[in-house]
């Protein structure tokens, strides 16, 4: 079984950071790549950014050039820092693993931006 948990969303200002953190345990198999999306009311789950194993990443367009998506593969971490957070930007925000063994999800983490 493989355990992704997310961490660090909260509260951001507009024009702020913020930064999640995924955490994966368990009996974690070749991964091929992890990823983060996002869901806000009333939307359906949107890709917000991916990591493939060798490190090349992509973003959506709403967040090219502010987001940037990281791992550490020795901790089975990846990471997201979101810059210049704009109220758009709310949503939970959900961990992705893409493995030989299948795809795994986390629970997420609320992300909100609000003066």
């Known amino acids: 079984q493989v355990q992704l948990v997310e961490s660090g969303g909260g509260l951001g200002q507009p024009g702020g950071s913020l930064r999640v953190s995924c955490a994966a345990s368990?009996?974690?198999?070749?991964?091929?790549?992890m990823a983060w999306y996002r869901q806000a009311p009333g939307k359906q789950r949107e890709l917000v950014a991916a990591?493939?194993?060798?490190?090349?990443?992509d973003y959506a367009g709403s967040v090219k050039g502010r987001f940037t998506i990281s791992r550490d593969n020795a901790k089975n971490m990846v990471y997201l820092q979101m810059n210049n957070l704009k109220p758009d930007d709310t949503a939970v925000y959900y961990c992705k693993m893409l493995s030989t063994s299948g795809n795994y999800w986390g629970r997420g983490t609320q992300v909100t931006v609000s003066s």
């Open positions: 368990g009996r974690i198999p070749s991964i091929n790549a």
């Open positions: 990591i493939t194993s060798g490190g090349s990443s």
